[in-house]
Protein backbone atom coordinates (compact mmCIF):
# COMPACT_ATOMS: atom_id res chain seq x y z
CA UNK A 1 0.00 0.00 0.00
CA UNK A 2 1.35 3.36 -0.95
CA UNK A 3 1.84 6.21 1.51
CA UNK A 4 -1.55 6.67 3.32
CA UNK A 5 -1.72 10.08 5.37
CA UNK A 6 -4.61 12.35 6.56
CA UNK A 7 -6.37 14.60 3.65
CA UNK A 8 -5.55 17.32 5.77
CA UNK A 9 -1.59 16.45 6.05
CA UNK A 10 0.19 19.72 5.15
CA UNK A 11 3.51 18.09 3.74
CA UNK A 12 1.90 14.58 2.27
CA UNK A 13 -1.67 14.91 1.48
CA UNK A 14 -3.99 12.07 0.52
CA UNK A 15 -4.96 12.09 -2.63
CA UNK A 16 -9.15 12.83 -3.24
CA UNK A 17 -10.64 9.55 -4.10
CA UNK A 18 -13.19 11.83 -5.47
CA UNK A 19 -12.54 13.47 -9.26
CA UNK A 20 -14.09 17.04 -8.53
CA UNK A 21 -15.44 19.11 -11.24
CA UNK A 22 -14.03 22.82 -11.53
CA UNK A 23 -12.39 24.56 -8.47
CA UNK A 24 -14.62 22.32 -6.51
CA UNK A 25 -11.59 21.13 -4.10
CA UNK A 26 -12.34 20.92 0.18
CA UNK A 27 -10.70 23.19 2.73
CA UNK A 28 -9.32 21.50 5.23
CA UNK A 29 -12.42 22.02 7.66
CA UNK A 30 -14.56 20.39 5.10
CA UNK A 31 -12.25 17.14 4.68
CA UNK A 32 -12.55 16.80 8.58
CA UNK A 33 -16.72 16.50 7.92
CA UNK A 34 -16.19 14.49 4.60
CA UNK A 35 -13.82 11.57 6.51
CA UNK A 36 -16.76 12.13 9.03
CA UNK A 37 -19.69 10.77 6.84
CA UNK A 38 -17.64 8.26 5.06
CA UNK A 39 -16.39 6.53 8.32
CA UNK A 40 -19.62 6.51 9.69
CA UNK A 41 -20.27 4.97 6.59
CA UNK A 42 -17.71 2.14 7.32
CA UNK A 43 -18.90 1.87 11.03
CA UNK A 44 -22.35 1.44 10.60
CA UNK A 45 -23.91 -1.91 10.62
CA UNK A 46 -25.57 -3.91 7.83
CA UNK A 47 -28.43 -4.63 9.82
CA UNK A 48 -29.62 -0.92 9.66
CA UNK A 49 -31.39 0.88 7.15
CA UNK A 50 -29.11 1.51 4.50
CA UNK A 51 -28.40 5.15 3.14
CA UNK A 52 -26.13 7.04 1.09
CA UNK A 53 -24.05 10.37 1.18
CA UNK A 54 -23.04 13.02 -1.30
CA UNK A 55 -20.49 15.39 -0.35
CA UNK A 56 -20.14 18.70 -2.64
CA UNK A 57 -17.77 21.42 -1.96
CA UNK A 58 -18.56 24.95 -3.79
CA UNK A 59 -18.63 28.53 -2.83
CA UNK A 60 -20.53 31.47 -2.22
CA UNK A 61 -20.25 35.30 -0.71
CA UNK A 62 -18.33 35.45 2.46
CA UNK A 63 -20.10 36.45 5.07
CA UNK A 64 -18.75 39.86 4.89
CA UNK A 65 -20.51 40.23 1.66
CA UNK A 66 -23.61 38.55 2.79
CA UNK A 67 -24.39 37.41 6.10
CA UNK A 68 -27.36 34.32 6.33
CA UNK A 69 -29.79 36.30 9.03
CA UNK A 70 -32.24 34.98 5.91
CA UNK A 71 -31.76 32.65 3.34
CA UNK A 72 -29.84 33.83 0.04
CA UNK A 73 -31.37 33.80 -2.82
CA UNK A 74 -32.46 29.95 -3.83
CA UNK A 75 -30.63 29.88 -7.50
CA UNK A 76 -27.71 31.07 -5.68
CA UNK A 77 -28.11 28.14 -3.27
CA UNK A 78 -28.51 25.71 -5.86
CA UNK A 79 -25.13 26.99 -7.80
CA UNK A 80 -23.32 25.76 -4.50
CA UNK A 81 -24.59 23.23 -3.71
CA UNK A 82 -24.61 21.86 -7.30
CA UNK A 83 -28.15 20.96 -7.06
CA UNK A 84 -30.29 21.41 -9.95
CA UNK A 85 -33.31 23.08 -8.04
CA UNK A 86 -33.68 24.71 -4.28
CA UNK A 87 -37.24 24.80 -3.60
CA UNK A 88 -36.73 26.17 0.16
CA UNK A 89 -34.17 26.60 2.58
CA UNK A 90 -33.96 27.63 6.68
CA UNK A 91 -31.67 28.92 8.63
CA UNK A 92 -30.13 26.24 11.16
CA UNK A 93 -27.46 28.58 12.35
CA UNK A 94 -25.80 31.95 10.84
CA UNK A 95 -23.25 33.88 12.41
CA UNK A 96 -24.83 37.73 12.55
CA UNK A 97 -23.02 41.29 13.13
CA UNK A 98 -24.97 44.10 14.14
CA UNK A 99 -22.93 46.69 12.34
CA UNK A 100 -19.17 47.92 11.10
CA UNK A 101 -16.99 47.19 14.17
CA UNK A 102 -18.92 44.55 15.65
CA UNK A 103 -18.59 40.65 16.20
CA UNK A 104 -20.29 37.82 14.64
CA UNK A 105 -22.35 36.30 16.98
CA UNK A 106 -24.27 33.05 16.84
CA UNK A 107 -28.07 33.59 16.06
CA UNK A 108 -28.70 30.19 18.06
CA UNK A 109 -26.26 28.69 20.89
CA UNK A 110 -23.70 26.12 19.27
CA UNK A 111 -24.96 23.01 21.71
CA UNK A 112 -28.37 23.49 20.53
CA UNK A 113 -27.87 23.50 16.74
CA UNK A 114 -25.25 20.04 17.95
CA UNK A 115 -28.43 18.74 19.08
CA UNK A 116 -30.58 19.20 16.45
CA UNK A 117 -28.21 18.33 13.48
CA UNK A 118 -27.41 15.11 15.50
CA UNK A 119 -31.19 14.32 15.74
CA UNK A 120 -31.51 15.30 11.87
CA UNK A 121 -28.54 13.42 11.23
CA UNK A 122 -29.65 10.20 13.07
CA UNK A 123 -33.38 10.71 11.24
CA UNK A 124 -31.43 9.09 8.33
CA UNK A 125 -28.18 7.44 9.33
CA UNK A 126 -29.08 5.04 12.31
CA UNK A 127 -26.68 4.15 15.02
CA UNK A 128 -26.48 1.55 17.35
CA UNK A 129 -23.24 1.40 18.78
CA UNK A 130 -21.12 4.07 20.78
CA UNK A 131 -18.61 4.84 18.45
CA UNK A 132 -21.50 5.55 15.97
CA UNK A 133 -23.18 7.42 18.39
CA UNK A 134 -20.00 9.97 19.33
CA UNK A 135 -18.85 10.08 15.70
CA UNK A 136 -22.72 11.65 14.77
CA UNK A 137 -21.96 14.22 17.76
CA UNK A 138 -18.40 15.02 16.56
CA UNK A 139 -20.09 15.39 12.82
CA UNK A 140 -22.89 17.59 14.45
CA UNK A 141 -20.70 19.43 16.31
CA UNK A 142 -18.25 20.52 13.83
CA UNK A 143 -21.19 21.58 10.97
CA UNK A 144 -22.59 23.83 13.52
CA UNK A 145 -19.41 26.20 14.94
CA UNK A 146 -18.11 27.99 16.04
CA UNK A 147 -17.52 29.94 12.58
CA UNK A 148 -20.27 27.77 10.68
CA UNK A 149 -23.33 29.20 9.06
CA UNK A 150 -25.87 26.16 8.19
CA UNK A 151 -28.51 25.96 5.96
CA UNK A 152 -31.29 23.19 5.55
CA UNK A 153 -32.53 22.83 1.86
CA UNK A 154 -35.37 21.31 -0.01
CA UNK A 155 -35.67 20.48 -3.45
CA UNK A 156 -38.52 19.50 -5.43
CA UNK A 157 -37.48 15.85 -5.94
CA UNK A 158 -38.21 15.27 -2.37
CA UNK A 159 -41.64 13.28 -1.85
CA UNK A 160 -43.51 13.07 -5.55
CA UNK A 161 -46.33 10.69 -3.96
CA UNK A 162 -46.87 12.44 -0.81
CA UNK A 163 -46.26 8.79 1.12
CA UNK A 164 -45.10 8.66 4.66
CA UNK A 165 -41.02 7.74 4.36
CA UNK A 166 -37.45 9.56 5.75
CA UNK A 167 -36.91 12.10 3.73
CA UNK A 168 -33.10 12.86 2.48
CA UNK A 169 -31.00 15.66 4.53
CA UNK A 170 -29.47 18.53 2.65
CA UNK A 171 -27.26 20.25 4.69
CA UNK A 172 -25.24 23.58 3.37
CA UNK A 173 -22.46 24.71 5.12
CA UNK A 174 -20.56 27.94 4.80
CA UNK A 175 -17.27 28.98 6.31
CA UNK A 176 -16.27 32.66 7.03
CA UNK A 177 -14.99 33.15 3.65
CA UNK A 178 -17.67 31.47 1.63
CA UNK A 179 -16.42 27.94 1.44
CA UNK A 180 -19.22 25.70 1.31
CA UNK A 181 -19.98 22.08 1.30
CA UNK A 182 -23.54 20.21 0.83
CA UNK A 183 -23.97 16.84 2.94
CA UNK A 184 -26.85 14.98 1.59
CA UNK A 185 -27.73 11.64 3.07
CA UNK A 186 -30.51 9.99 1.39
CA UNK A 187 -32.15 6.38 2.66
CA UNK A 188 -31.44 3.81 0.15
CA UNK A 189 -31.26 -0.07 -0.20
CA UNK A 190 -27.83 -0.61 1.34
CA UNK A 191 -25.47 1.57 3.19
CA UNK A 192 -23.19 3.19 0.42
CA UNK A 193 -19.31 2.54 1.21
CA UNK A 194 -16.76 5.17 0.39
CA UNK A 195 -14.90 5.67 -2.79
CA UNK A 196 -11.70 4.12 -2.94
CA UNK A 197 -8.31 4.06 -5.42
CA UNK A 198 -9.04 1.24 -7.95
CA UNK A 199 -5.28 1.13 -8.48
CA UNK A 200 -5.03 -0.03 -4.79
CA UNK A 201 -7.06 -3.06 -5.41
CA UNK A 202 -8.27 -4.69 -2.13
CA UNK A 203 -6.30 -2.36 -0.18
CA UNK A 204 -8.38 0.63 -1.82
CA UNK A 205 -11.29 0.96 0.79
CA UNK A 206 -8.83 0.19 3.63
CA UNK A 207 -6.64 3.63 2.18
CA UNK A 208 -9.69 5.26 2.43
CA UNK A 209 -10.60 4.01 5.69
CA UNK A 210 -7.24 4.79 7.26
CA UNK A 211 -7.14 8.48 5.51
CA UNK A 212 -10.66 8.86 7.58
CA UNK A 213 -9.13 8.15 10.74
CA UNK A 214 -5.96 10.09 10.55
CA UNK A 215 -7.30 12.91 8.76
CA UNK A 216 -9.89 13.02 12.19
CA UNK A 217 -7.24 12.25 14.61
CA UNK A 218 -5.04 15.06 12.94
CA UNK A 219 -8.37 17.08 13.78
CA UNK A 220 -8.44 16.37 17.34
CA UNK A 221 -4.78 15.57 18.65
CA UNK A 222 -2.43 18.46 18.50
CA UNK A 223 1.20 18.93 19.53
CA UNK A 224 0.60 22.62 20.05
CA UNK A 225 -1.25 26.08 19.27
CA UNK A 226 -0.17 25.47 15.37
CA UNK A 227 1.19 21.92 14.60
CA UNK A 228 -1.39 18.52 14.58
CA UNK A 229 -0.01 15.49 15.28
CA UNK A 230 0.38 14.05 12.02
CA UNK A 231 0.09 9.96 10.92
CA UNK A 232 1.25 8.08 7.88
CA UNK A 233 0.91 4.61 7.02
CA UNK A 234 2.65 2.22 4.09
CA UNK A 235 3.02 -0.92 3.74
CA UNK A 236 6.28 -2.53 1.59
CA UNK A 237 7.41 -6.10 0.31
CA UNK A 238 10.27 -7.66 1.60
CA UNK A 239 12.73 -10.10 0.29
CA UNK A 240 12.28 -13.74 0.23
CA UNK A 241 14.85 -14.79 2.17
CA UNK A 242 14.69 -16.28 5.71
CA UNK A 243 17.21 -14.17 7.31
CA UNK A 244 16.29 -11.95 10.54
CA UNK A 245 13.28 -10.38 9.63
CA UNK A 246 13.35 -7.61 11.69
CA UNK A 247 16.90 -6.60 10.55
CA UNK A 248 15.40 -6.93 7.22
CA UNK A 249 12.29 -4.45 7.38
CA UNK A 250 14.34 -2.20 9.24
CA UNK A 251 16.80 -1.84 6.71
CA UNK A 252 13.60 -1.93 4.02
CA UNK A 253 12.78 1.41 6.38
CA UNK A 254 15.77 3.17 6.29
CA UNK A 255 16.09 2.85 2.73
CA UNK A 256 12.52 4.04 1.71
CA UNK A 257 11.99 6.43 3.62
CA UNK A 258 11.65 9.70 2.24
CA UNK A 259 14.32 11.97 4.49
CA UNK A 260 16.69 8.24 4.63
CA UNK A 261 20.10 10.67 3.89
CA UNK A 262 19.08 12.82 6.80
CA UNK A 263 18.79 10.41 9.66
CA UNK A 264 20.85 7.63 11.04
CA UNK A 265 19.55 4.12 11.56
CA UNK A 266 16.91 4.01 14.20
CA UNK A 267 17.09 1.40 17.04
CA UNK A 268 13.98 -0.59 17.04
CA UNK A 269 12.67 -2.73 20.18
CA UNK A 270 9.72 -5.09 20.66
CA UNK A 271 6.78 -4.48 22.09
CA UNK A 272 3.30 -6.73 21.77
CA UNK A 273 -0.09 -4.99 20.43
CA UNK A 274 -0.95 -4.22 23.93
CA UNK A 275 2.08 -1.58 24.14
CA UNK A 276 0.93 -0.44 21.06
CA UNK A 277 -2.59 0.36 22.52
CA UNK A 278 -1.41 2.08 25.42
CA UNK A 279 1.39 3.92 24.06
CA UNK A 280 -1.33 5.44 21.16
CA UNK A 281 -3.75 5.80 23.73
CA UNK A 282 -0.59 7.53 26.33
CA UNK A 283 0.08 10.01 23.11
CA UNK A 284 -3.84 10.57 22.29
CA UNK A 285 -3.56 11.64 26.51
CA UNK A 286 -1.26 13.91 26.16
CA UNK A 287 -2.05 15.34 23.10
CA UNK A 288 -6.04 15.97 23.38
CA UNK A 289 -6.26 19.85 24.46
CA UNK A 290 -9.74 19.02 26.57
CA UNK A 291 -7.69 17.10 28.89
CA UNK A 292 -5.75 20.16 30.02
CA UNK A 293 -6.70 22.70 32.55
CA UNK A 294 -4.01 25.03 31.83
CA UNK A 295 -2.94 24.66 35.75
CA UNK A 296 -2.11 20.49 36.10
CA UNK A 297 0.94 18.83 36.32
CA UNK A 298 1.56 15.94 33.53
CA UNK A 299 0.81 13.53 35.77
CA UNK A 300 -2.34 14.50 36.81
CA UNK A 301 -3.56 14.86 33.06
CA UNK A 302 -7.53 12.39 33.12
CA UNK A 303 -7.25 9.28 31.27
CA UNK A 304 -9.01 9.46 27.87
CA UNK A 305 -12.39 8.40 28.50
CA UNK A 306 -13.08 4.87 27.23
CA UNK A 307 -15.83 6.26 24.96
CA UNK A 308 -14.20 9.05 23.77
CA UNK A 309 -14.22 9.24 20.03
CA UNK A 310 -10.39 9.41 19.88
CA UNK A 311 -10.41 5.73 22.42
CA UNK A 312 -12.29 4.70 19.25
CA UNK A 313 -10.60 6.14 16.41
CA UNK A 314 -7.15 4.85 17.64
CA UNK A 315 -8.36 1.33 18.50
CA UNK A 316 -9.82 0.69 15.19
CA UNK A 317 -7.08 2.38 13.18
CA UNK A 318 -4.68 -0.71 15.33
CA UNK A 319 -7.44 -3.26 14.51
CA UNK A 320 -7.02 -2.45 10.65
CA UNK A 321 -3.42 -2.79 10.79
CA UNK A 322 -3.20 -6.00 12.80
CA UNK A 323 -5.99 -7.39 10.58
CA UNK A 324 -4.35 -6.48 7.34
CA UNK A 325 -0.83 -8.22 8.57
CA UNK A 326 -2.26 -11.07 9.55
CA UNK A 327 -2.03 -12.87 14.01
CA UNK A 328 1.43 -13.56 13.23
CA UNK A 329 2.59 -10.29 13.18
CA UNK A 330 5.88 -9.35 14.98
CA UNK A 331 5.77 -5.23 16.29
CA UNK A 332 8.91 -3.15 17.10
CA UNK A 333 9.26 0.82 17.56
CA UNK A 334 11.77 3.12 17.70
CA UNK A 335 10.81 6.69 19.55
CA UNK A 336 8.74 8.05 21.54
CA UNK A 337 5.60 5.52 22.78
CA UNK A 338 4.69 5.91 26.39
CA UNK A 339 4.00 2.49 27.59
CA UNK A 340 3.59 4.60 31.16
CA UNK A 341 2.33 6.96 32.80
CA UNK A 342 3.68 9.98 33.01
CA UNK A 343 5.55 9.89 29.38
CA UNK A 344 9.35 8.95 30.21
CA UNK A 345 11.75 11.27 26.94
CA UNK A 346 11.41 13.77 24.59
CA UNK A 347 11.33 12.26 21.27
CA UNK A 348 9.44 13.59 18.41
CA UNK A 349 8.78 11.06 16.37
CA UNK A 350 7.13 7.31 16.35
CA UNK A 351 7.96 4.54 13.98
CA UNK A 352 6.14 1.44 14.59
CA UNK A 353 6.85 -1.69 12.18
CA UNK A 354 4.97 -4.38 12.01
CA UNK A 355 5.96 -7.51 9.93
CA UNK A 356 4.43 -10.42 8.93
CA UNK A 357 5.46 -12.90 6.25
CA UNK A 358 7.46 -11.16 3.17
CA UNK A 359 5.36 -7.41 4.21
CA UNK A 360 6.53 -5.17 6.20
CA UNK A 361 3.78 -2.06 7.37
CA UNK A 362 5.18 0.99 8.71
CA UNK A 363 2.83 3.26 11.25
CA UNK A 364 5.06 6.72 11.90
CA UNK A 365 3.27 9.03 14.55
CA UNK A 366 4.71 12.76 13.91
CA UNK A 367 4.64 14.84 16.99
CA UNK A 368 7.53 17.96 15.31
CA UNK A 369 6.62 21.14 15.88
Not at 47 to 60: D, K, M, Y
Not at 66 to 82: G, V
Not at 135 to 144: D, S, Y
Not at 175 to 200: C, E, N
Amino acid sequence: MDLTTAYTDAWHRQPDPVERMGDRRSTNEQWVMIAAVWLLAMWSSEQVPGWASILVPGRTKSREDRQWQEPPPLPELADASDLPEVTSASVLTSRVSTGPGQPYKPARTDEVVTAELATLISDVVAVREQREVALVRFLAGHLAGPYSDVLRLTTGAEDPNGASHVEPLHLLHRDTWGSTLRVSLTPALKIQQPPAFASDGQDGPLRTRIASIMTMLSDLLWVNNNNPVDFRFRIGQLDQSEGDRVAEAARWWAENREDADEHDDEEFRAISATDLRTGLRNVARLCLEELWDGESDIDEVPELPVNHLVTFLSNDLIDLILARMSNNTQIVCAGFLPVTWPPDGEEEQTTVLLIASHEVAVLEVDLTC
